[in-house]
């Protein structure tokens, strides 16, 4: 049974705090007591507000969160996290957590990172819950959620730097989250400072996007090193798989493929995403790929990756 707070209540359907408490003093919203804390039943929300859940399903299980890391920059950490996301979004609760300065993520779902009042910055820094900076950016995905970034997140690492426990504060603040979606999908900065060790304790997978034109084993395993250090933290990160982007028919390519296969066997992603444009297009125009040309060739590729993230183990 999925419990929310008044607040994830609110967020969830885009309503005033104060509207979900009267609703649970008329009796038409019944209240669940979790100990002192007052909770509302998700599936009573969803037959109070019908359209806000139309079409879209209660979580089925337990959430899966999914950290897209590589230290390298350029490789497709974005791009993948906001068109899997799109394409999951088509049948799955996903909230999307934007965890990098550039604010590329919320760039890429519609939402304007300078426009945001309150953004990740004021969940880690100042412990604002997730749900007062969570936004529904796209109406055509009703099932997508984000937690948006701008430039006050390069900060984060300098101000975090004194503070105890200070990988965990993300982790932290989705645990009340967990019950609300069936996929978190955390977008890392390019480097393996505090904001990407704070996904990497809060996930249960990790995604690494290599770049099949410029692919760096020691750069993954230095990656691979870091996440060895917080699974000592997270036992709960139970996969790390690869997936091939800006992949085409060049002899680079092959090569690098076959490197990535002999290093993560079973863990390199059977989907790749091939080169094309449109995703770069999809990105200037603020819409996942899926949404904004769905019959191309590299939408069908994220839409390959979905199933398989779907259908695979944690
Ligand atoms: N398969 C692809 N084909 C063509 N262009 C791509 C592909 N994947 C990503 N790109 C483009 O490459 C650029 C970098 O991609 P993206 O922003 O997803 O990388 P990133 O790893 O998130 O970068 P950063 O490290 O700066 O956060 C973007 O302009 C994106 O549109
Ligand atoms: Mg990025």
Excluded: W
Aim: some cysteine; proline content about 6%; overall charge neutral.
């Amino acid at each position: 049974m999925s419990l929310l707070s008044f607040a994830e209540a609110a967020a969830r359907c885009g309503v005033s705090e104060m509207t979900i408490r009267r609703r649970v003093r008329d009796g038409s919203l019944p209240e669940i007591k979790v100990g002192a804390r007052p909770r509302v039943r998700l599936s009573d929300l969803a037959r109070l507000y019908p359209d806000v859940f139309s079409g879209a399903r209660l979580p089925a299980g337990p959430c899966r969160v999914l950290a897209f890391a590589n230290q390298k920059g350029g490789v497709g950490k974005t791009s993948t996290c906001a068109n899997l996301a799109a394409a999951l979004a088509r049948s799955a609760l996903v909230l999307c957590v934007d965890c990098d300065p550039q604010g590329n993520l919320t760039q890429a779902l519609g939402a304007h990172p300078d426009h945001l009042e309150v953004t990740l910055y004021n969940v880690l820094l100042e412990r604002l819950p997730l749900e007062r900076v969570t936004i529904r950016p796209l109406p055509a995905l009703p099932n997508l959620s984000l937690a948006g970034a701008n430039l006050d997140l390069a900060s984060a690492d300098h101000q975090l730097a004194g503070a105890v426990a200070r990988e965990m504060r993300l982790r932290q603040a989705l645990e009340a989250h967990l019950t609300a979606y069936d996929y978190i999908l955390i977008d890392c900065p390019p480097s393996l400072g505090l904001l990407t060790l704070n996904a990497l304790t809060a996930a249960t997978e990790v995604i690494v996007p290599v770049d099949m034109g410029v692919f760096s084993l020691r750069g993954v395993a230095k990656l691979m090193d870091t996440i060895a250090e917080v699974r000592a933290v997270n036992p709960g990160l139970t996969r790390v798989r690869a997936l091939s982007n800006r992949a085409d028919n060049t002899n680079l390519s092959q090569d690098v493929s076959a490197e990535l296969a002999r290093g993560f066997g079973d863990d390199l992603f059977r989907a790749s995403i091939r080169r094309s444009v449109r995703i770069g297009e999809a990105q200037a125009a603020r819409l996942p790929l899926p949404l904004y040309r769905p019959k191309d060739p590299a939408a069908q590729d994220f839409l390959d990756l979905s199933e398989e993230v779907r259908h695979a183990q944690a």
